[in-house]
């Protein structure tokens, strides 16, 4: 009797077992849901200040809006917030926070990702007596945006500190990423 239940309870084992794995591979993924993006952002910026603790004293900083890393002439209302997160970490810290909102004077991209400081740069830091500045990008995937955010110091244009952190493209965050006039990014599903 107990060879019985075996034989016969096998069957349904395997029936179940198939069953979920083919379930599981038919199951598709839905939209990203939205976090709260203010911890993500406060907890790089905090790491971005560990970082440069030793090399940076506390004193004026310039804050720019982050790009989109495809038109490093372009932001967008998450580039805008997104910094002024990070700025305000800084600012709570004690440095002096001076506001740019027009990116294209904050830097130019080159070659391998490098980044360079333009010239306007420089004579800002100068003329505020400002020692770095917090720079961003971001990239727009089909599930994710994906930041990196630097300090840079303003006289050799050396990073101090860089922190990468993503986060999912949910409702909010695609509106956010949409430049005026532009449509939303649109879920692309992977399933089956």
């Keep these: ?61 310039i804050l720019a809006s982050f790009a989109d890393i495809d038109n490093l002439e372009n932001s967008s209302t998450f580039g805008r917030i997104v910094a ?33 400081l333009s010239r306007a740069l420089k004579d800002l830091s100068t003329e505020h007596n400002a020692q770095a500045v917090i720079v961003g990008i971001y990239a727009v995937g089909s599930k994710n945006v994906y930041v990196t955010a630097k300090l840079i110091q303003a006289s050799d244009s050396i990073i101090l500190a860089s922190e990468d952190f993503v986060l999912p493209l949910g409702p909010d965050l695609r509106t956010l990423v949409t430049q005026p006039g532009e449509a939303p990014p649109t879920y692309i599903s992977s399933g089956n």
């Design 1 to 61: 009797m107990k060879s019985f239940f075996h034989l016969r309870g096998l069957p349904l084992f395997l029936v179940l077992t198939v069953s979920v794995l083919v379930l599981a591979g038919c199951q598709t993924n839905g939209p990203a849901k939205d976090v709260n993006m203010i911890p993500i952002s406060h907890d790089a910026a905090k790491k971005m200040i560990f970082q440069s603790k030793d090399r940076l004293e506390p004193g004026s900083l």
């Design 84 to 116: 002024q997160q990070i700025g305000s970490v800084f600012s709570s810290q004690g440095y002096k926070i001076i506001e740019m909102l027009l990116r294209g004077k904050v830097y130019i991209g080159k070659g391998e990702g490098e980044f360079l």
